[in-house]
């Protein structure tokens, strides 16, 4: 018996912190609270059915309730459900897994370290920029450099990186050694008559300049996704990564690519480095690593830097750096299974085979009057709302046009994300033509409710 005081809602709100929620609205909205899924699909408790259009977080790849995976982890489970890595132990599951994320790897990757989530693995990789700077004996040589808009985690070092004002406000970041450039947003990067790669060109005069002030011997790395996600689903305009890397190159500065979305055919390929000219120094991936099943991400490095960890070792006597995690036997098994089911089921060809029909089906709304911009690859796009088609002119962010697009669509069965106006697609690699046309028959319901209702609230 549900009464309210004791409903699931209710125990939800006086139990749980929510993140990324606005926890006051959360007092009186209460949860939504998902009970199961089973493909690109899944089921609200109270039995409404939705098209996952995210994917849950950019990660379910495999959609929900694939059986090999479950499989994966039980037999796993019951043969070693934990061991950990430290001071030279290994299971099998960690050696397996290393070994096909090399093979798998964007050239030059050489080692991999193991950990749980993309905060994780970003904030590792500022620790090692810090860590290889001193041992290849330039100890100034630690600023990183991550982009507005560019989202790399929370924890203290990955939410520095992050270049989104929420995750720095009240939360005293970002911390010192990180410093942030202007992310290639071309719907509103770029100056009018400019080319893509006339604005790539000055995206990258501009890093430089920024390494000039700083000091090219003070920076250390630089950080991006191959496409910006969280940020809004910003895709880079023609040529940028192998400019910005030129002037990377002209600096001994460091490319770490943040694929923790992109990895794993997001965007058609295996990485989102080889659609978009990026060759990585670092890496980091989660997420679709292990379909999301269970938590577990990596941090890919070349020999240059693992090079330099030895030293490291020899002279401290350790790698201080871990966690009781690192490559969990459970985890590990399942991101193997998902790696190998990648390739038995040929996803990266399913990708390129029905992107087109995703991609199509939002240029088809390019002309609609609310939408200002349309932009995507592979299986990863976004529609950006708009007050003035002409002008760009953007909604009052206070009237929460995109929030309550995306409300109206779960009111049609869609699951898709807002970030501010844009609205974000994401779903599981698997779904097919037919799933896609049906994500965006109950998106194009949506966003007809959402111009009624501007109509109706914002005149
Ligand atoms: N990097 C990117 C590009 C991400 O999109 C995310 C999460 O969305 C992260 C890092 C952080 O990953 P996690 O939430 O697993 O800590």
Redesign the pocket.
């Known amino acids: 018996m549900n009464d309210i005081g004791n409903s699931p809602s209710a125990r939800d709100i006086e139990s749980v912190i929510h993140p990324y929620t606005n926890l006051d609205l959360h007092r009186r909205k209460g949860p939504m609270i998902i009970e199961k899924g089973k493909g690109v699909l899944v089921w609200d408790d109270e039995g409404s059915e939705y098209i996952e259009g995210m994917a849950g977080?950019?990660c379910a790849s495999f959609g929900f309730g694939e059986e090999e995976l479950i499989d994966a982890a039980v037999e796993q489970m019951r043969k070693l459900p934990f061991y950990h890595q430290f001071g030279h132990k290994s299971s099998m599951p960690s050696i397996d897994l290393a070994e096909k994320l090399l093979e798998i790897a964007p050239d030059g990757m050489s080692k991999v370290f193991f950990a749980n989530?993309?905060?994780?693995?970003?904030d590792s990789q500022v620790k090692l920029q810090w860590y290889v700077n001193n041992a290849l004996g330039r100890p100034q040589k630690k600023k990183i450099l991550a982009r507005i808009k560019g989202?790399?985690?929370?924890?203290v070092a990955?939410a520095s990186l992050t270049g989104l004002p929420a995750n720095h406000a009240e939360f005293d970041l970002p911390i010192a050694n990180i410093g942030h450039v202007d992310m290639a947003y071309p719907y509103r990067g770029m100056e009018p008559g400019e080319t893509e790669e006339e604005y790539s060109d000055r995206l990258a005069r501009q890093l430089e300049e920024r390494i000039l002030a700083e000091g090219p011997d003070t920076v250390a790395a630089f950080i991006a996704?191959p496409v910006c996600?969280?940020g809004g689903v910003l895709v880079p305009p023609a040529g940028y990564f192998p400019k910005i890397q030129a002037v990377l190159k002209k600096y001994d500065i460091m490319m770490i690519a943040?694929e923790?979305?992109c990895g794993f055919g997001r965007t058609g390929n295996m990485w989102g480095s080889q659609t978009y000219g990026i060759e990585p120094d670092t890496l980091?991936c989660?997420?679709q690593l292990s379909s999301a099943y269970l938590p577990i991400?990596a941090v890919m490095v070349n020999d240059r830097v693992h090079d330099a960890m030895i030293e490291q070792s020899k002279k401290i006597g350790t790698f201080a750096h871990g966690f009781t995690y690192s490559a969990h036997p459970v985890c590990a098994a399942v991101a193997l299974r998902t790696m190998q089911l990648m390739e038995e089921r040929k996803i990266l060809d399913h990708v390129r085979e029905v992107a087109p029909v995703m991609q199509g089906r939002m240029q088809k709304l390019a002309d609609h009057p609310l939408v200002g911009n349309v932009r995507g690859v592979g299986l990863v796009g976004a529609i950006e709302l708009v007050k003035d088609k002409a002008t760009k002119e953007a909604f009052d962010p206070k009237a929460m046009v995109g929030f309550n697009c995306a409300e109206f669509a779960l009111k049609h069965g869609l699951i898709t994300r807002a970030m501010g106006d844009s609205l974000g697609f994401c779903p599981p690699l698997i779904i097919t033509e037919s799933e896609i046309n049906e994500m965006f028959d109950r998106f194009e319901k949506a966003l007809e409710d959402t111009e009624r209702w501007i109509k109706a609230e914002l005149g």
Do not use: C, F, P, Q
């Open positions: 977080l950019w989530s993309g905060s994780e693995a970003n989202y790399h985690g929370v924890t990955a996704e996600g969280a943040d923790v979305i980091s989660a997420k991400s």
